[in-house]
């Protein structure tokens, strides 16, 4: 009785495990599938960064090119995946050197293509850029869930301070350095952000990339808002500390800044977050 039952158990657990072998494999081949659909950049450039480079950007696909300059490749990677913020504290694995060795990546659609490019979706455009890096990188992924420090954005004590933005309707003098984002128009500088008509899901990323680690809305506001938030960085502190060149009036931390000017609060906690672990991957081959 005991063998006919441990063999009814091994063969369920048999056809579990083949089950699931089939799914991981049809999985695959559907992300194939989408892939080869999708247009593809037809020109890619990916070289060293110049040594010792004093600035660094990584831009959107912005009419059908994607272009990062003097980037490690760990943020390039991270920017594929979706996790796009600096210092992503959700992106694991790999050696040393994609944390050092800065990079210039510019990818480029095919004119014949760009009809096409422009129906895309974010995580599609996200996928070419991902077969970019598995091509020239080799690189291998899979993703986990771990937990992990994130920030909680919340109603500080006395409510929002938001103003209500009238859908549609912006300064008539809005500088050309705004940007859309989001579904809102931002400008950010050193220490400052200001938002129009925008959701809290555009301030969102900011903060994330700001504080290097996830930021969760539970403030349960919706709708679009004006905002200016003022701080001054720690990086600006800092030099103030060490007798540098800081303002004379410095303001207050991104924390207090938050509270007093927008109604906000950020409480640290820890929560499940998807996360990106870095299999292999190869330093880029040459052009």
Not at 58 to 70: D, H, L, N, S
Not at 97 to 107: E, F, P, R
Not at 250 to 270: D, H, M, V
Request: proline residues 6%; aromatic residues 6%; neutral net charge.
């Amino acid at each position: 009785m005991r063998r006919s039952v441990r063999m009814c158990l091994t063969a369920a657990g048999c056809a579990l495990i083949s089950a699931c072998a089939l799914s991981a494999q049809a999985s695959a081949a559907q992300a194939a599938a989408a892939a080869a659909a999708l247009p593809s950049f037809g020109v890619v450039s990916i070289k060293p960064g110049k040594p010792g480079c004093l600035s660094q950007g990584i831009g959107g696909f912005v009419a059908g090119e994607f272009q990062a300059f003097c980037m490690p490749l760990k943020q390039i990677i991270a920017y594929a995946y979706g996790y796009n913020t600096l210092h992503d504290e959700r992106v694991f694995g790999g050696p040393g050197w994609i944390d050092s060795a800065n990079y210039d990546l510019d990818a480029k659609v095919d004119v014949s293509d760009l009809d096409a490019y422009k129906k895309l979706k974010s995580p599609e455009i996200d996928r070419m850029l991902q077969k970019v890096l598995a091509e020239r990188c080799n690189l291998r992924v899979h993703h986990e869930s771990r937990e992990l420090p994130v920030y909680a954005l919340v109603l500080a004590k006395g409510g929002p301070k938001l103003a209500a933005a009238t859908p549609g309707q912006l300064p008539s003098d809005l500088p050309q350095s705004f940007a859309s984002m989001s579904g809102g128009t931002f400008r950010r500088g050193r220490g400052k952000v200001v938002g129009w008509n925008a959701p809290l899901s555009g301030l969102l990323v900011f903060l994330q990339s700001e504080l290097g680690r996830p930021v969760v809305d539970e403030t349960g506001l919706a709708g679009k808002f004006n905002f200016t938030l003022q701080w001054t960085p720690e990086t600006m502190a800092a030099d103030g500390a060490n007798g540098g060149a800081a303002p004379e009036d410095s303001g207050p931390s991104i924390f207090t800044a938050l509270q007093e000017q927008l109604g906000l609060k950020l409480i640290a906690k820890k929560e499940p977050q998807d996360v990106l672990v870095i299999d292999h991957v190869e330093q880029p081959t040459a052009n």
